[in-house]
């Protein structure tokens, strides 16, 4: 039966893209203190990756991976020393391997520009920079000992793998029978180990095996049939009878007939001692800048189904939870089955436990998306390592509440808006080095990046300790792009945020520094979009902060219920900014005949939901009813309505699959009677009468 | 009554089927003098399933009973050429 492998390509890539994670933390982590236990993490996440790629054929990625084992497996057992230069070179390696794994997962053809990074590897390893054309998928060592030995040979192998090699799906019987491809093989096995029948575990090999092989072919094509179980076996090859001087010319001279696994690690190795270490290291570097960085394409629309790792003890929460409603639900049948009207209370008691059952259930399920803010978090360490290099700053990240939950979209969505924060505070935040010591502060400044709950909400907190805003130099900007007139008073609070209004260049108030792209208005949009809000507090030479505000999730909305004739709508509660009756305002009307109400200064245009939606009403005067003021990307509406219900959460179902998407609503929802109301969308709905507004200028016209 | 127990191995001798066998042969073991292995079915075998049927053997040998092969296939043959494992098994 064949298996299509195509199936956990998915899995794969989730569980490689999560070790290339682990990897650059460590990698990070190793910067500050050089612990083993880094290296060994690094070099199992790698490890994992050569293997799962090279089960799925994914060569370039296997082949890539090897070559940044060979270094890792040289950090592990100390022989190469952990420098800066190294790490640099392994973080691009991550980038690379992303990009690749990104490609992959894309379906498109894997670029060469990995061999680049090979070469580096390659030429760092073997300590020569003429070993270039070293592509090969078992570095420079296996290349350098077969060099010479080639022609019809007789090989000893001594292959004894160890017992656990079965359960990795590393199979013996498949690797003889490769080598029975590349000639004639007579396999010895010695049994001595197999304990008694009892006692044997049948997953485990106690097996061992001698090997002889005929073959023309080389000792690295041989050793290349182990190359997936290497450091799981202890694997010895001898060539019998033929002359040895030539095997391995940068072989072990004691046995120079032999060379074990252990000491090809040795022997790579040695001319790194004899050359300086410090000057190869420097030419790799120097080469290492012309490399492009592997940038990380934005996530494709794929059609892949997007997957979600769930704590066991969060599913097992659930079945507890369903184990109680079923266990109500029998109790309550059971009452039904002889109900008279003693059992009133029993009903109302059991309905009373449904109910609690059924929202402790709803909240259980919404807890399955919740996931670590740490997943977003985790991505900016290396940011403001590789920014605060660029800067010529000295800025540590402090990051706090990591363990804070929230909604798997809301999280895939704050990603950017973060970044460009954190960015923004490494950039225009933390002052140089020399102003912070003008300014009598400590040289190295600090951003904190803090996560936590609040009621319904998950606040997260970017603050540095920098020069922080002044207030005249926003102030006199906004005068200048006329968002404010002269001499008028502005709350401080507001001049300030107002480094995020649309057309705002931040980077010409608060620092020489430009060039970045998005601008602030467009972290805000974002983070309105997801139903958050973002204040900014700042005091001039201390810090700034900017508190994000996010919803926990978006499945479910704190909303207003309001009525338009007969019909009840939901406003999202945060939107609503007051609501004032109609029978106390003076209405205006503007060109187009469009109805406006005029507070502080400003014309908010008035939409009827009736008329939007065209909904029959027997409303008699205009006076009747009242407007619920709404805010949206920084545009006001007012919306008529006929009267304001209560406020509940509630819980948003998509109108695209169930019907079709509509402007001015972002979705409906069941209420408590069972009817469906609309939710509304206050920026469609905005643009829906804005358009209308136009349609209707142009008709009278 | 015959002194015979069998055992079929089914298609494949792996190391899915191991911990399975094992407990079948275990007590196929436990009943009969004479246990004869059916083989004709088997198309995949393994480091882990022929591991097992080697101690398996050696396991019958201590207690003095007998093992036998009923038309291995050549799949297992093969297999346990490959691994050495041939004569090991008497087959």
Redesign the interface.
């Known amino acids: 039966m064949e298996i299509d492998l195509s199936q956990f390509h998915e899995v794969f890539f989730e569980e490689s893209f999560e070790g290339l994670d682990v990897m650059e933390q460590e990698l990070l982590d190793l910067e500050e203190d050089t612990d083993l236990e880094n290296v060994n993490t690094i070099f199992r996440a790698a490890h994992s990756i050569k293997g799962g790629s090279a089960t799925f054929n994914f060569n370039q990625v296997a082949e890539f991976t090897h070559v940044l084992e060979t270094l890792l497996d040289e950090m592990r057992d100390g022989s190469r020393q952990i420098t800066r230069e190294i790490i640099d070179l392994l973080l691009k390696s991550v980038d690379c391997l992303r990009g690749m794994l990104h490609k992959l997962q894309d379906g498109e053809e894997v670029s060469n520009d990995y061999q680049e990074l090979v070469a580096y590897f390659n030429e760092l390893l073997t300590g020569s920079p003429d070993n270039k054309n070293n592509e090969s998928s078992s570095g420079a060592v296996a290349e350098g000992q077969t060099a010479a030995t080639l022609g019809s040979n007789s090989w000893k192998l001594s292959f004894e793998p160890e017992s656990y090699i079965l359960q990795t799906g590393n199979e013996p019987l498949r690797m003889f029978k490769e080598l029975t491809g590349l000639g004639g093989l007579r396999p010895m096995v010695d049994v001595s180990k197999v304990p008694s029948f009892e006692d044997l575990d049948p997953e485990n090999c106690y097996l061992s095996w001698q090997l002889e092989l005929d073959t023309e072919e080389s000792e690295h094509a041989i050793r290349e049939v182990f190359e997936w179980v290497e450091d799981d076996c202890k694997l010895s090859l001898q060539k019998l009878g033929a002359e040895n001087a030539g095997v391995s010319q940068s072989s072990n001279e004691v046995e120079p007939a032999s060379s074990t696994v252990e000491q090809a690690a040795k022997v790579e190795s040695a001319p790194q001692a004899i050359s300086p270490e410090a000057a190869v290291d420097k030419a790799t570097d120097k080469k290492l800048v012309a490399i492009p960085k592997a940038k990380t394409p934005p996530p494709k629309k794929s059609n892949t189904t997007a997957s979600i790792r769930v704590g066991i003890d969060k599913v097992d929460t659930l079945i507890d939870l369903v184990g109680e409603l079923v266990i109500t639900q029998s109790m309550l049948g059971e009452l039904g089955d002889n109900f008279d009207m003693t059992k009133v209370e029993q009903l109302i008691s059991g309905l009373r436990e449904l109910e609690a059952n059924t929202r402790e259930l709803q909240e259980s399920v919404m807890r399955i998306r919740m996931l670590p803010i740490g997943f977003v978090f985790n991505r900016l360490p290396r940011m403001v390592r590789d920014l605060s290099a660029q800067l010529s700053k000295k800025i540590d990240l402090i990051i706090k509440g990591e363990d804070t939950e929230l909604d798997k979209t809301v999280m895939e969505q704050i990603g950017d808006p973060l970044t460009h924060l954190v960015r923004n505070a490494l950039d225009h935040g933390v002052e140089s080095v020399e102003k912070r010591l003008a300014a009598g502060k400590s040289e190295t400044g600090t951003v904190t990046l803090e996560a936590y709950h609040q009621g319904g909400n998950i606040i997260i907190e970017i603050k540095d300790d920098g020069a922080g805003i002044d207030p005249d130099i926003i102030k006199a900007k906004a005068v200048e792009k006329g968002l404010i007139s002269e001499g008028v008073d502005v709350p401080r609070e507001q001049i300030i945020g107002m480094i995020m209004e649309p057309g705002f260049s931040t980077a010409a108030v608060v620092s020489d520094v430009s060039g970045r792209g998005v601008g602030m208005d467009v972290v805000k949009r974002n983070i309105n979009n997801l139903g958050g809000t973002v204040d900014i507090s700042s005091e001039l030479g201390k810090g700034t902060t900017f508190t994000i505000r996010l919803p926990l999730t978006l499945a479910i909305l704190d909303g207003q219920l309001v009525r338009a004739a007969d019909q009840i709508y939901v406003i999202p509660l945060a939107s609503i900014v007051e609501s004032i009756p109609l029978s106390g305002i003076q209405l205006t009307r503007i060109a187009g005949d469009m109805p406006v109400y005029k507070n502080d200064g400003e014309y908010i245009p008035i939409v009827d939901l009736c008329e939007e939606f065209e909904i029959e009403t027997e409303r008699q005067t205009v006076n009747e009813g009242l407007i619920a003021i709404v805010e949206g990307e920084n545009r006001k509406i007012a919306v008529k309505i006929d009267e304001l219900l209560g406020q509940q959460q509630v819980v948003i179902k998509s109108l695209e699959s169930h019907y079709k998407s509509l402007q001015g609503l972002s979705g409906a929802t069941i209420l408590g009677d069972g009817r469906v109301s609309l939710i509304l969308d206050i920026v469609g709905l905005s643009r829906r009468s804005s358009e209308r507004a136009n349609k209707l200028r142009n008709e009278v016209a | 009554m015959s002194d015979k127990t069998t055992v079929s191995l089914g298609t494949a001798l792996d190391?899915m089927h191991?911990?399975g066998?094992?407990e079948r042969?275990?007590s196929a073991l436990a009943k009969k003098p004479h246990i004869v292995l059916i083989s004709d079915k088997v198309e995949r075998?393994?480091?882990?399933g022929l591991?097992?049927i080697?101690?398996?053997k050696?396991?019958v040998e201590?207690q003095n009973k007998q093992l036998s092969w009923q038309k291995p296939t050549n799949g297992l043959i093969e297999?346990s050429k490959?691994?050495?494992?041939y004569e090991?098994l008497g087959l």
């Open positions: 190391i191991a911990a066998l094992k042969l275990q075998a393994d480091t882990a591991q097992l080697y101690a398996f050696q396991e201590k297999a490959s691994l050495g494992l090991h």
